[in-house]
């Protein structure tokens, strides 16, 4: 067996899988995996994937072009998934090659997604469904805070790379605004100029301090919200359990209204 370790990213997956199919080594003989492994196998040669733009790019235009962007995008919340592998499921970077080689042997990308018979498939679904629960949380639960500098900012520690999706909503929702938001889990920042396009880029040259220096008016929205979320609240009817399973304690970090519980 041929095991090719993937970075743990887009280009590092596709640039797997396009090694992969360049091998010759045979589709059987090959798996994939991202990341170093806990427990090297007997008998299996383990191949380091170096990620390439290039490949990456070549394995995007034969998707799109072949099977079209919904499967694409499929394929894309499957590799933005925080999961990666366990005992008794299948590593993602895997799920998306064997996915992929089915749709080239029949030749119907849509089909394919819908053989959730296929372990493959079906483990794609399952990491799809779990990016969008995730960027739907983060929709409810972002809060953004004015700085000194008149930037909207927020802040997120999502388990999925759920940022392209959260910053492409904002800037659908605030085009007219200067916004950044923080995805700490992953080290990367969404920063949005007013009617402009979103950028992402690494988190490594963020001034830590600046982002924490609200403006005066900032301070007083949330004395504010802090006073009317008190409010409305009616002490009889508190149910802890409940608020938790509405809003997971992993959120309340980066909500305004519930930051003193965290």
Not at 10 to 32: K, M, P, Q, W
Not at 45 to 62: F, L, M, N, Q, W
Not at 94 to 122: M, W
Request: with cysteine; hydrophobic share 35%; proline share 4%.
């Amino acid at each position: 067996m041929y095991v090719f370790v993937c970075e743990d990213s887009l280009e590092g997956i596709f640039t797997g899988v396009y090694d992969a199919c360049a091998s010759r080594l045979g589709h059987r003989n090959i798996r994939l995996t991202t990341g170093e492994p806990e427990n090297y196998e007997l008998f299996s040669e383990y191949i380091p994937v170096t990620p390439s733009a290039d490949k990456t790019g070549k394995v995007i235009r034969t998707i799109t072009s072949r099977f079209g962007m919904q499967f694409y995008e499929s394929i894309y919340q499957a590799v933005m998934s925080g999961e990666t592998h366990s005992d008794k499921k299948m590593d993602k970077a895997d799920a998306v090659y064997e996915t992929i080689l089915l749709a080239l042997s029949c030749g119907d990308g849509q089909k394919v997604l819908l053989s959730l018979g296929e372990p493959c498939v079906y483990r794609i679904f399952e990491l799809c469904r779990a990016t969008n629960h995730e960027a739907h949380r983060h929709l409810e639960f972002l809060r953004f805070s004015e700085l000194e500098n008149g930037v909207l900012f927020a802040s997120i520690h999502p388990k999925d790379n759920v940022l392209p999706y959260i910053a492409e909503h904002f800037t659908d929702r605030l085009p007219s605004e200067n916004f950044m938001i923080y995805d700490e889990t992953h080290q990367t920042v969404a920063v949005h100029k007013a009617y402009k396009s979103y950028l992402l880029a690494d988190a490594d040259d963020l001034d830590l301090d600046k982002i924490k220096r609200y403006s005066e008016n900032e301070q007083e929205y949330r004395k504010l919200w802090l006073t009317f979320f008190d409010h409305i609240a009616i002490d009889p009817r508190r149910n802890p359990k409940l608020q938790i399973q509405m809003m997971p304690r992993r959120y309340w970090s980066d909500m305004t209204e519930l930051i003193r519980f965290a």
